[in-house]
């Protein structure tokens, strides 16, 4: 994670064309044949950092209130994770808003961007499915072997990443601070919405008869 910070830092203080791979593992205090160790390019060396914030995005929905309808699981979660000081802090999200802007713009940092998304949709997607199994399915108790996420689930898994990395990437793109009607968590909200009349039933078990 150190030479993924090291990468951002730069990026956002010199933009990424003036930024080497040599520069990174300078900055990372590494040698460059280290630094080639562990990423390909430059731009990869950001995925650390994006796919944290996937994670923690994830996670919230995993150890969301047990007793939340899925949707609202969904909610609390993007409000948890999109919310300036809560787990990310609020200096933080300038850097946010320069990466995700920098991977609207960069090809290479694009595909890094889209990679790390769709892993997110993945993890989600049997998130879901431990929370759609019922209680105790979706915290760290030793349980049964889960079902793989239904196709239901994956597409409801597919729209609720989309709803959440539109809200990151629009806030991202213009100038509103993250707090407030315009910032991410509140752009999130009204995407995830549209969720709400999603036909959960279709996804929760049957039971054996």
Known sequence: MEIARAAAG??????????RAEDIAQAAGIAPRTFYRYFATKEEAVAPLYAAGADRWSQAVRTAPPGLPLP???????????????????????????????????PALRKVW??????????????????????????????????????S????AAVAAAAVRVAVETWAAGDAPPEGPE????LAMHNLATLRDFPWDDVQPQPKR
Do not use: I
């Open 10 to 19: 730069l990026f956002v203080k010199r933009g990424l064309k003036s930024t």
């Open 72 to 106: 609202q699981a969904l909610e609390h979660a993007a409000r948890h994770t999109l919310t300036p000081g809560t787990t990310v802090s609020t200096a933080s999200w300038d850097w946010v808003r320069t990466l995700v802007r920098l991977a609207n713009s960069s």
């Open 114 to 151: 889209a990679e790390v998304c769709h892993e997110s949709e993945t993890t989600l997607a049997e998130v879901l499915a431990a929370r759609a199994a019922g209680p105790g399915n979706h915290d760290n108790v030793a349980q049964p072997q889960p079902q793989p996420p239904s196709p």
């Open 153 to 156: 689930l994956h597409f409801a």
């Open 183 to 186: 910032g991410p968590a509140a």
